[in-house]
């Protein structure tokens, strides 16, 4: 049993933090909120009574399916905080009925024409890593629901080397993808937080933001057709590198987050991989020249590939930078020419800002054989990147609340949002939790405006984590709504984003979205809950 | 009447060459299709016999309307070439009933209920400058055409210097925009051949082509929110740099061509005005090889705002190279920082794929005074580019075919494409006018892809020129569909380009569509025939 996913928890069984490492971060929490925190074992899957699933697979789609427990279990949730939280209990109120593996879109349309025909909603499944409860069951309105795991449909169908560009089957996760592109000397280079355990159709299905800080920061930059299997037929764009014919096809389904249909396949666009590299940690005493003089860097259009704004605590608590200083971290790479150029350029941009680099600039290419020692730094960093959510699920059995939200908004706005947001939060934590911990940084910039991230820790309550979590979502979201920022820039909106992603979006713009729906969807099984209601 | 609207042709009346200008023009096109060009003289206004209109305004809205014949026949057509000849000869079977200029949003509401209540056509009306029968109007299925005009919906309603952005209402033309946007050092630099007489709503509701030849080609990409006014009532998007919130709102709108309703403004993002130039002309013997270079570079990552390839005929016709040789036009620029470095390692590239600079490299930048000398001569071309269609009506007096056509396709295509469109259009020219030249150059180029944009002329037969060229056309299409490309990639899909749009666009997605469309624009109203039929 070796390898096999958590039914409860992040990425693989057994991968998380020992039970000694455990204690270890118990102890330094319990020091640092001043109170106990325990260590807790998760709910075993052998005790789990999952309520009897309400529908049975027509005998000619039996073998795709199966209602076992750790199927059904392991597909009941992302992995959110609450997620986490509900798994670890063994709180499994509302799972799949039944969860199907088709190998192929021909299975895949069978099972969409049975749910379609039977009343039973469709909930689409890539990696599983929504953080918003995008693969989580609607709990009734239909006669069950049918969860589609699209694991096995992985395959890299074709590769054009010519326009750096490949077909490749929406079920494949992140380093499968990476694994059949490296022998062509070819990358995607997309690395969400979740790249182990997150798919290709996933990141189409909810605009995931990627590797790159400035211009294509989404998934959505890089598609150049898409092929989508609704219930009223397949939509296949045609295969361009621009277009301006009329309103984007891949644009509606870019974000539909599986209200449509099922993203199947997509031509994706592809990087050389990178040989050059340069990058930089600016350190400001002021967090407004630190903002100022993030927004000059990208006004100058030098488009690093990393422009990380670290706001004091976030700089303290995950770059140990020790308080007291706001760190930008810079990073520029290409597959083609050096690029310490524009890295000079912004270093003279952050010191017209009080801004400072005293580690210097750390610079590497080909010719030096940097680029693999290089490659083996940024990878050690990517490493423990995509290892925190395993750290996060230690901290859920000590009942601590760990989580993260994220936004956008333009410059003009962003002190406001900065500091309302962090006031609203910190005020939240002591009302709620008697304390706690929030910082900011930025993941993605751009000329008109950056999308700040942020964090939050503080000693739970065990029992009541998710109600404490979901006031504090509740107070963030409306300091996020109500100073200029969107919902979500790039984790999608899912079940849990709705009421304010209700708000934000053109009420017209939804009874359009309802309309198309009832096209595509006419019977309304497509992940209901998510987005919009079915028209009714 | 100086400075008035040309009825039949582009821009400004009695902006075009001379009757001396038109005759030495004559007598070379004589010489080089060897036979008889004699220059026409066009219709006059005060002949036309319009069709009497079949719809009143009612009273509350009629100061807002017109139905001289100067505005409806002006209003008649864009300023295609099949648009210009029927001008010329004074044929407007169908113009608008009424021409309405609406001063603001309420009067605009207005006039979509009073058109939506009596079943009347409504064609939103930017620039009129068209070229694929977007503004034409349809000649049955309603009781009649309401024109509206947003010319008077013209202002720059805010601004925010901090983040680079303003709100603007749809109804501005291109140089109006620039003069609002110079005072406070800003442009938008959006400059399509069409520039004086385009306005930025016609821009967004048709995802115009800009200056920018890689990256952010589409103004599709410097658009931070909209608002539309449909027959349903108001959409308007939140003001985000980024978002990931659902399928973008402004992306189902961009491209939509009028059909869900009227784009009234925008928030818009803006550049800080260019500092640092850099251009050259890198000369290749074989095609093949200028392409292979085109590809590089841009691959390379090194986006230059300028990458027109001409090909040997282009060369030939519109650079003046003197045959025999393909031209690789590339030009750099920053508003920040000098642009040697990208230019260097550009020609660098091209070297690599036989390809050489004579001319060397010429840059500018504030400190040798080079700037404004650079916008001046910049400026020089930009006015000959702009002013070329005033040229083309004048052709049109001489009865000779001229006009353009443009696609796009990924790199492994290009070659197939550029030789079979080439051939098709040849072949029909020989077949349909005993001779012709048809030439070909990229206008935006992107790492899986080149954007084609041909151009023909030949000797027409007058009286049947609009025949001759629907026949090219055809077969120009053709050749672009089946070889990969999109019907267009920044003229739009109008009328004219509906028989290969219907082929392109996948049917499922014509349906989500036609199903916004009902939501939006329930008496189904808003320009008939384009894009897709309203749902029967």
């Known amino acids: 049993m070796a390898e096999r996913r958590s039914w409860w928890g992040w990425g693989l069984e057994g991968q998380g933090p020992s039970r000694p490492q455990q204690e270890a971060i118990a102890t330094g929490l319990a020091a640092r909120f001043g109170r106990e925190v325990t260590v807790a074992d998760p709910a075993r899957l052998e005790d789990l009574e999952l309520p009897p699933p309400r529908i049975q697979a027509p005998e000619s789609l039996a073998p795709l399916c199966s209602t076992g427990t750790y199927e059904r279990a392991g597909h009941s949730y992302g992995r959110s ?58 709990a009734d309105g239909h006669a069950g629901v049918l969860t589609v795991d ?115 396949e997509a031509w994706i666009r592809l990087q050389d991989r990178p040989r050059f590299r ?18 000059a860097v990208v006004q100058a259009g030098l488009q690093p590939a990393n422009c990380r704004l670290l706001d004091e605590a976030e700089a303290a608590s995950s770059a140990g930078s020790g308080g007291g200083v706001n760190l930008l971290v810079l990073g520029f790479e290409s597959a083609d020419h050096p690029v310490g150029g524009p890295m000079d350029r912004a270093l003279e941009i952050c010191a017209g800002h009080s801004g400072s680099a005293p580690d210097g600039v750390r610079s ?65 934590l002591v009302d709620i939790c008697g304390g706690g911990l929030v910082t900011c940084r930025f993941t993605h910039v751009y000329p008109d405006g950056p999308a700040p991230y942020f964090s939050v820790l503080a000693p739970g309550r065990r029992g009541s984590e998710i109600s404490q979590w979901d006031e504090i979502k509740a107070a963030a979201s409306e300091a996020v709504m109500s100073n200029g920022g969107t919902i979500t820039h790039h984790h999608a909106v899912g079940r849990d984003h709705r009421p304010w992603y209700d708000h934000q979006r053109p009420e017209l713009f939804a009874e359009a979205l309802r309309a198309a729906k009832a096209a595509l969807d006419p019977a309304g099984v497509m992940n209901p809950g998510v987005l919009v209601e079915p028209r009714g």
Chains 1, 2 share one sequence.
């Open 278 to 295: 340069s990058s930089a940690a600016v350190r400001f005493e002021r967090y407004s020249d630190a903002v100022a003089a993030t927004r």
């Open 364 to 428: 590497s290419g080909p010719e030096d054989g940097g680029g693999a020692q290089r490659e083996g730094s940024v990878g050690a960093w990517r490493n423990a990147f995509i290892r925190a959510p395993y750290t996060r699920d230690a901290l859920v059995a000590m009942a601590v609340i760990v989580e993260t939200f994220e936004t956008a908004c333009t410059w003009d706005r962003f002190a406001d949002l900065h500091a309302g947001v962090t006031q609203a939060v910190e005020k939240a």
């Open 81 to 138: 905080y609450r997620d986490v939280v509900r798994g670890f209990r063994g709180q499994f109120d509302h799972p799949p009925d039944v969860v199907a593996f088709p190998a192929d879109e021909a299975e895949l349309a069978s099972l969409l024409e049975w749910a379609s025909d039977a009343d039973v909603a469709v909930v689409p499944y890539g990696g599983g890593s929504s953080v918003v409860g995008g693969v989580e069951c609607p």
């Open 150 to 264: 699209l694991g096995r449909m992985d395959g890299l169908v074709e590769l054009d080397r010519t326009s750096r560009a490949a077909r490749i089957q929406a079920g494949i996760l992140g380093p499968a993808l990476e694994d059949r592109l490296r022998p062509h000397g070819l990358t995607l280079r997309h690395f969400p937080q979740s790249f182990e355990f997150s798919s290709l159709g996933g990141w189409l299905a909810t605009r995931s933001g990627g590797h790159y800080a400035t211009a294509r920061t989404h998934i959505d930059d890089f598609v150049e057709s898409m092929r989508v299997l609704t219930p009223a037929g397949a939509v296949e764009s045609r295969r361009l590198p621009g277009s301006g014919a009329g309103p984007s096809p891949d644009r509606l389904f870019l974000g539909s987050e599986g209200i449509l249909g099922v993203i199947t």
